[in-house]
């Protein structure tokens, strides 16, 4: 059973190209994160969500609780975005996480 | 920026043995998590620690797992008796908070176990 669903499992795309990451969650949440690991496995946090919409740079997160979405766009990629991008929400029942597979991005000069 | 730190980032271990992965958290939080990474698969959450003690564990963390914050920087883990399916990248994080906009994680550059 996975909590957390991210699409595409895997994503190429053209230098400049507009890109997003889809994630789906079946349980109650606090909160969401959006996360990326890099190729050397080291993992940074790109946002914290609860509501709405947040950007930072190029990336935007937005999140839909009623259906229980959110999503993470990149505008203007560039090949330094290549890496692994993962969404894990926190429960609202207590502090555990579940964690998506990742969505993981190739942008091609 | 303050940063997690985490020692060693490699530790190979034979199997049964017992390991200690170490973890500095940044100085003013004061939640702490383990996650585990199998190679290949997704990074999973093993325990959240809180006050001294632990706030919630994964199926993952049975018996042979403890945690620990012996001296109010260092966060530990233990495996007491390491198994093959141990042999994964462990992740220290931690947060100021869990309210929002103070629960932003921050993580550690990981330890790669390699149980033999």
């Known amino acids: 059973k996975n909590e957390v669903e991210q699409s595409p499992q895997n994503l190429t795309a053209q230098e400049g190209e507009f890109i997003t990451i889809n994630c789906s969650y079946s349980?109650?949440?606090?909160?969401l994160h959006w996360l990326q690991q890099h190729p050397g496995g080291g993992i940074v946090s790109l946002f914290m969500?609860?509501?709405g919409k947040k950007k930072h740079g190029r990336l935007i997160a937005t999140i839909n609780i009623q259906e229980k979405h959110s999503s993470l766009h990149i505008t203007a990629s560039h090949p330094r975005d290549s890496a692994v991008y993962i969404c894990?929400?926190?429960?609202?029942?207590?502090?555990?996480?579940?964690f998506g597979t990742g969505t993981s991005l190739t942008v091609i000069p | 920026e303050p940063e997690v730190t985490q020692t060693p980032s490699h530790q190979v271990t034979q199997m049964g043995q017992e390991v200690i992965l170490r973890c500095v958290p940044i100085s003013n939080h004061l939640y702490f998590y383990w996650y585990r990474q199998i190679l290949g698969q997704k990074v999973e959450f093993l325990v959240s620690?809180?006050?001294?003690?632990?706030?919630?564990k994964s199926e993952i963390f049975d018996d042979q797992f403890s945690v620990e914050r012996p001296d109010g920087s260092n966060f530990t883990l233990k495996i007491r008796s390491t198994k093959l399916e141990d042999s994964a990248m462990y992740f220290c994080a931690s947060s100021r908070g869990v309210n929002w906009g103070n629960e932003k994680l921050f993580f550690g550059s990981g330890t790669q176990l390699s149980v033999l």
């Open positions: 349980v109650g949440i606090s909160a």
């Open positions: 894990a929400v926190r429960s609202n029942t207590g502090n555990q996480f579940y």
């Open positions: 969500l609860s509501s």
């Open positions: 620690f809180y006050n001294n003690e632990i706030s919630e």
